[in-house]
């Protein structure tokens, strides 16, 4: 018999993979702690100028080029309204940040991968009421009616694999894989609510998801990603994890030292796994508003919520691979953090506003809050 736990894993801090407050979302509600001194009216030459000159004095006053840093694209009407890096990738060889420079994604892998099932659900390879018993029947049969609707909105009730994760814990993911964690899967089927019922975020859902790519388009994942999604958009610079042909050089370090997280080696794939840059993360970005990917009719489903349930404790509601507000509209206003140790991410699409952008940062909380601080110019001024 399947039991069914209506405690949620404390969604820990430590590795936070996607699972932090989408302040950008808060702030675009409430405008944020000075938000009033944003000038909300002029010419967008005025307001142009306004977010350069203070982005440039965030980086200023808060980041040090001789430490981990980040890059910044912010796109306004289809055009590069500001782009700038700093900081080092690594300090060992001395490299600075670059908006070429591979930033480990964490949980901004969702998108891609739920873009990556909706591109087989347009091609008639797979249906979002397709069950995990129909293409993964070795997991447990109690799972079994659980569909891919349910995976990719985060209603499976499926416990997560990451939730509420030490440092010390990390230490048991080292070089887990997809295989790994089913057969772990395999020993505990309990499930937090029943399926359908209510929603939880869980990584656990898009490990089953990547899973489902491979058996649905007779790909590995990272072949299918690269096949259909980076070749295509020419993302030169992004891979998945144990597919890389990029050299050390290439990417930011954790905290621009260390190659792992939290002293582990994270190598499942479709929640976390992907390592891109913000110049690549721009593309991906620039392409869902030309129906390149998926079509426009597809991704008005993705960016649209897919239950009356937040997936989060602190309010956040979720379509597929994308967290949003209650009420969006399709094709509106939706975002994704992702974070691993140092690695502190965002993207956040506002098409109503004619607006995208990408932040990642290698920093940790330092690197956070120079993030958050740039949120709180632009998305008052643009939003």
């Not at 981990?68 to 500001?82: H, T």
């Not at 899973?211 to 020419?234: C, D, H, K, M």
């Not at 004619?354 to 998305?379: F, H, M, P, R």
Request: charged share 15%; proline share 5%.
């Amino acid at each position: 018999m399947t039991q069914y736990h209506s405690n949620t894993p404390a969604l820990g801090r430590t590795v936070k993979l996607g699972l932090a407050l989408l302040l950008g979302l808060t702030l675009a509600a409430c405008g944020g702690p000075g938000a009033s001194t944003v000038p909300r009216t002029g010419t967008l030459e005025e307001k142009h100028a306004y977010m350069v000159s203070h982005i440039d004095d965030l980086l200023a006053q808060q980041q040090d080029a001789s430490q981990p840093g980040l890059s910044i694209v912010i796109v306004k009407d289809g055009a590069v309204a500001y782009s700038r890096s700093k900081g080092m990738a690594d300090i060992a060889r001395n490299t600075p940040i670059s908006e070429q420079t591979v930033f480990e994604l964490a949980s901004l892998t969702k998108p891609i991968t739920a873009i990556a099932v909706m591109q087989l659900e347009q091609r008639k390879l797979l249906s979002l009421n397709d069950t995990i018993g129909k293409w993964l029947p070795q997991l447990p049969q109690t799972w079994g009616a659980i569909t891919v609707h349910q995976l990719l909105s985060h209603q499976t009730g499926i416990p997560d694999y990451m939730g509420g994760i030490s440092p010390l814990a990390a230490l048991q993911l080292d070089g887990l894989t997809n295989d790994d964690l089913f057969k772990r899967f395999a020993l505990d089927s309990h499930l937090n609510f029943a399926p359908g019922t209510s929603a939880g975020y869980s990584n656990s859902n898009y490990v089953i998801l990547a899973e489902i790519i491979a058996r649905a388009s007779g790909r590995s994942y990272a072949q299918y990603v690269q096949e259909n999604i980076f070749t295509p958009l020419g993302m030169r610079s992004s891979y998945v994890t144990g597919a890389s042909a990029l050299q050390p050089g290439d990417a930011a370090l954790n905290y621009a030292r260390s190659t792992t997280t939290h002293g582990a080696s994270f190598v499942t794939v479709g929640p976390i796994g992907v390592h891109s840059s913000a110049a690549d993360m721009t593309l991906l970005l620039r392409s869902l508003g030309t129906g390149q990917l998926v079509s426009l009719d597809t991704l008005a489903v993705m960016t649209s919520p897919k239950s009356g349930f937040p997936v989060l404790g602190s309010g956040e509601y979720y379509g597929y691979g994308w967290f949003m507000q209650r009420n969006s509209s399709p094709l509106t206003l939706f975002a994704h953090r992702g974070g691993a140790d140092g690695f502190r991410n965002i993207m956040r699409v506002n098409y109503t506003k004619g607006i995208y952008y990408v932040i990642l940062s290698n920093g940790g909380d330092a690197t956070e809050k120079t993030l958050d601080a740039v949120l709180q110019v632009v998305q008052p001024l643009y939003e």
